[in-house]
């Protein structure tokens, strides 16, 4: 039995899909029951927000748990099972818990280093838990996670690296155009989630004489409008379709909107122009450099230069990997031990069984025996059984817990802690074959 997660995100899946695939409380309830239904599968808690569903699961084999994860999926949302193939991901085993905790610790997120997704986690756990379709695996698997999660928060500089990647795309885009701030300059803003609002505060830090905000929910371009105004950066809104239009009068576009389809292309640019597209999947058509004052920054090659940059952002990503590898390695220790937890019962039963047996044949053979008498020879007999098997089932765990490959010899002398036995190293002097000893000089 192994932890299975299959899901799909922003990263993997247009919006329109994950829209579809997106669950309240009900239909997450009725998904989990509906997974541990399946001959399968024994435990399951759901995922779901906005930017990702992913479904957790204790399997028997791996490809009828995918199978019937994919069933489930498709009975509940309606989506073929073909176009669930082409977006969804899988991870079984030590990977499905990495990946689970790089998405408790917001590694995964749009924003790296976003504490939200924490609360969504625990959140999915607790309701699992409640509704009864959460076992010791996933029990473990989920408390290692939020641990793994506030871990890298309070032990890295995570928490920033959501902003620095917005400040990043921004001294990227004042190098290019050869300003030290947006001082006399006007931006435009697409959307109005989390990378969108840091977009529009650090554009204000810096400078910028007035932002325009479109978003495909115009109340929350006005809220960021809103919030725009009081900071002290003047802010107007303008539908999502009247964008190309906007364009047509800014110095600097920021795109952060995670849409199915891209929200520029170059049919949409009038002249020259500074892009910045802060969103996975990409918002920004590549394309769109070719013409000629055109320029373009993206989260991909933000997020490969803040890895390799050596600053604080850098570091702390490397910090929270090796806390998510430190983590993991833990728990594939522990679910090791706790998969030869059963046989080492099985192993003392039988003990206990056999010697018990054999106690109950010596009772008969020796009837006139005083019960004084059998009871310390009882006592004996379960004393040896014990210190013999002491070693065995402390060193069982170990060996589960490092995961070593041993021989038989040395499985057999680690078990029953075995001396080592000598080896020498004299040469045993062996007679000559009676064909060679007439040649002897």
Avoid: W
Avoid at 20 to 32: C, N, W, Y
Avoid at 51 to 58: A, C, G, I, M, S
Avoid at 282 to 304: F, K, P, Y
Avoid at 350 to 366: C, F, H, P, V, Y
């Amino acid at each position: 039995m192994s932890v299975l997660v299959v899901g799909m995100s922003h990263r993997s899946a247009p919006v329109a899909l994950l829209e579809r695939l997106s669950m309240d409380a009900d239909v997450q309830h009725g998904t989990a029951a509906a997974l541990v239904a399946r001959p399968s599968l024994s435990e399951a808690m759901v995922i779901s927000t906005c930017n990702r569903l992913e479904v957790y699961v204790v399997a028997n084999a791996f490809h009828a748990g995918v199978e019937d994860v994919l069933a489930v999926l498709t009975e509940i949302s309606g989506v073929g099972v073909t176009e669930l193939r082409r977006y969804l991901y899988v991870r079984y085993s030590d990977a499905a818990a990495e990946h689970m905790f790089t998405v408790a610790s917001g590694l995964d997120s749009m924003v790296v280093g976003e504490q939200q997704i924490i609360g969504q986690v625990r959140s999915a756990y607790v309701d699992a838990v409640e509704r009864g379709t959460v076992g010791p695996n996933l029990h473990s698997l989920a408390q290692m996670a939020l641990h793994t999660g506030k871990r890298v928060h309070s032990e890295t500089g995570i928490d920033d690296s959501g902003a620095s990647m917005v400040t990043a795309a921004l001294d990227e885009a004042m190098d290019v155009m050869g300003v030290p701030d947006f001082s006399g300059k006007k931006a435009l803003v697409l959307g109005a989630g989390a990378m969108s609002s840091l977009a529009a505060t650090h554009l204000g830090k810096r400078g910028v004489d007035s932002l325009v905000i479109a978003n495909r929910t115009r109340d929350r371009a006005e809220r960021l409008a809103q919030h725009s105004i009081e900071a002290g950066v003047p802010a107007e809104v303008v539908d999502f379709a009247d964008r190309t239009e906007a364009m047509g009068g800014v110095d600097i576009v920021v795109s952060a909107t995670a849409s199915d389809e891209y929200t520029v292309t170059p049919a949409d640019i009038a002249g020259p122009v500074m892009l910045a597209d802060l969103s996975l999947p990409r918002d920004i058509d590549d394309a769109v450099t070719d013409i000629e004052g055109v320029h373009l920054v993206n989260i991909e090659s933000l997020h490969e230069h803040i890895r390799n940059a050596g600053t604080e952002d850098s570091r702390a990503l490397r910090e929270a990997g090796d806390i998510i590898d430190e983590e993991v390695k833990l728990f594939s220790s522990e679910q090791r031990v706790r998969g030869v937890a059963p046989a080492v019962t099985r192993l003392r039963r039988n003990a206990a069984e056999i010697s018990g047996q054999e106690l109950q044949k010596l009772r008969t053979r020796l009837p006139d025996m005083a019960e004084e008498d059998f009871e310390q020879v009882e006592r004996t007999v379960r004393r040896v059984v014990d210190k013999l098997l002491h070693a065995p089932t402390v060193k069982i765990k170990e060996l589960a817990a490092a995961s070593e490959t041993v021989s038989v010899e040395e499985a057999v002398t680690e078990l029953f802690g075995l001396d080592q036995p000598a080896v020498s190293v004299e040469a045993q002097r062996l007679p000559l074959p009676e064909e060679l000893r007439g040649k002897e000089k």
